[in-house]
């Protein structure tokens, strides 16, 4: 089954403490990315990625890290999380030949205290 | 820059009442249009989609036309259920923008029976 799946589905952290969310798709989506959504604002663009070793910024991408080792995983890293960094994530994929058309994983809720 | 604005909401709706949701859009090339669905507890997922001007998307019941004139692409639907209670994310993506996906905030919609 076609899938993107990022791990934990939800965490309660405190601030200050390093943590990673995961994101994996078995797909063989070129490209990958990272939203946070937050009410009446939709969802923001934080990072992205258009191949292995090749990420660049969104909208929103102070606080979070990225790396891209390998085409299928697209780890987001909050290495000294802050409260207003409290948020649903997502992790999407596609081909880069249909921008546009994405697959979200579930979700993960952050609470940062 | 490119931008995406969709009406607020929240819509609600008796079942069988039709369904219109607006949404209007900025871009500087020649976008492709789309519609994502997001149920309560999901990440988010492709409705319907339109790639040049004309284009008609449709799914499940949904329609949506491309309007160049207008900049518009609003969501159509001519008889709602209950299931497509849910939130409806109008957004585009411009190769000329890098891949980047815009979001409109979402229109949440209720249906009642």
């Known amino acids: 089954e076609a899938q993107v799946t990022q791990n934990p589905r939800y965490l309660i952290t405190v601030t200050g403490k390093k943590l990673t969310v995961t994101c994996s798709q078995n797909?063989?989506?070129?490209?990958m990315s990272w939203y946070r959504q937050d009410p009446g604002l939709g969802l923001r663009q934080i990072y992205y990625?258009?191949?292995?070793?090749?990420?660049d910024k969104g909208d929103v991408p102070e606080g979070y890290k990225v790396s891209r080792k390998e085409k299928r995983n697209f780890p987001l890293i909050l290495e000294s999380p802050s409260p207003n960094q409290t948020s649903l994530y997502f992790c999407?994929?596609?081909?880069?030949?249909?921008?546009?058309?994405?697959?979200f994983g579930e979700g993960s809720r952050l609470t940062v205290l | 820059g490119n931008s995406v604005t969709q009406m607020e909401g929240p819509v609600t709706l008796s079942e069988e009442a039709f369904l219109t949701i607006n949404c209007t859009y900025t871009?500087?090339?020649?976008?492709?249009l789309f519609w994502y669905v997001q149920y309560p507890g999901e990440g988010l997922q492709l409705l319907l989609k339109?790639?040049?001007?004309?284009d008609k998307g449709s799914n499940k019941g949904f329609e949506a036309t491309y309007r160049k004139e207008t900049t518009s692409f609003h969501l159509e639907k001519g008889s709602v259920q209950v299931s497509d209670s849910a939130v409806y994310f109008c957004?585009?993506?411009?190769?000329?923008?890098?891949?980047?996906?815009?979001f409109g905030a979402g229109t949440r919609l209720f249906v009642k029976a």
């Open positions: 797909m063989n989506h070129e490209y």
């Open positions: 957004a585009l993506s411009d190769r000329a923008g890098g891949f980047k996906t815009i």
């Open positions: 990625s258009m191949n292995v070793e090749v990420t």
């Open positions: 871009a500087t090339g020649y976008p492709s």
């Open positions: 339109a790639t040049k001007a004309d």
């Open positions: 999407a994929s596609s081909y880069t030949g249909v921008p546009g058309e994405l697959f």
